[in-house]
């Protein structure tokens, strides 16, 4: 039902829970780790990436988040598997109380090494001049949306990874680090030409 890309990237994932149980089990003081994970899978064959690129599978569990970018505008493509995020898709809380909620952090599904990953995967339909934006949620539980958005624009027109003043990435990270950055930050984006 994934699909052959889907399945690549299911396994990808499984592959990562394994070895994430070897170092929970290598050490001790690493039991309880986990993680959150977003990923991208680009069509591919045997010449690397399909020209044009038509879309992309997206594998994820947890809270870090897959966004797309198009015509200035940021849409959220996964959705976290928090304890807030079941709140608020039951109407129990809205999107700013789901933000500073004390259980904000609470997960509901991670990559623990113990069992078997439950990932979402889905597929987004992409266009030349896309970008997607990949985080932790240590850079979107600083920034908003609105505030992630507005950085990918003042760097919008094919510039997002190498102009000599710093990329958006290093962008977005300054700007959640300026907002307090109480957690780590992982920031890609990948464009789409």
Same mark, same amino acid.
């Given at each position: ?17 394994? $070895? ?10 690493? $039991?309880?780790?986990? =993680? ?9 064959? !045997? ?6 690129? $038509? ?5 994820? %569990?947890?809270? /870090? ?7 200035? $505008? ?7 598997? /928090?304890?807030?995020?079941?709140? &608020?898709?039951?109407?129990?809380? =809205? ?12 997960? +509901?599904?991670?990559? =623990?090494?113990? +069992? ?46 190498? !102009? ?8 977005? %990270? ?11 930050? +992982?920031? &890609?984006?990948?464009?789409? =030409?």
């Amino acid at each position: 039902a994934l699909g052959v890309d889907g399945n690549r990237l299911n396994w990808a994932l499984h592959i990562a829970n394994l $070895r994430l149980r070897a170092e929970v089990e290598s050490a001790r003081c690493r $039991r309880g780790m986990a =993680t959150t994970i977003a990923a991208v899978l680009l069509e591919a064959d !045997e010449n690397g990436v399909k020209q044009p690129i $038509r879309g992309a599978t997206i594998g994820h %569990v947890g809270d /870090s988040r897959v966004y797309r970018w198009r015509a200035g $505008r940021l849409d959220r493509l996964t959705k976290d598997h /928090s304890w807030v995020e079941d709140q &608020v898709r039951a109407g129990l809380l =809205t999107e700013p109380e789901a933000r500073r909620h004390p259980r904000r952090n609470l997960l +509901t599904r991670a990559l =623990t090494g113990l +069992t078997e990953s439950q990932a979402d995967f889905g597929w987004a339909p992409l266009a030349e001049g896309d970008a997607l934006l990949l985080c932790s949620d240590g850079l979107f539980g600083v920034l908003s949306d609105e505030q992630m958005g507005e950085i990918l624009a003042n760097d919008d027109g094919g510039q997002f990874g190498g !102009e000599p003043g710093g990329s958006v990435c290093d962008a977005l %990270v300054h700007a959640a680090n300026i907002g307090g950055g109480p957690d780590n930050i +992982t920031v &890609v984006v990948v464009e789409v =030409t």
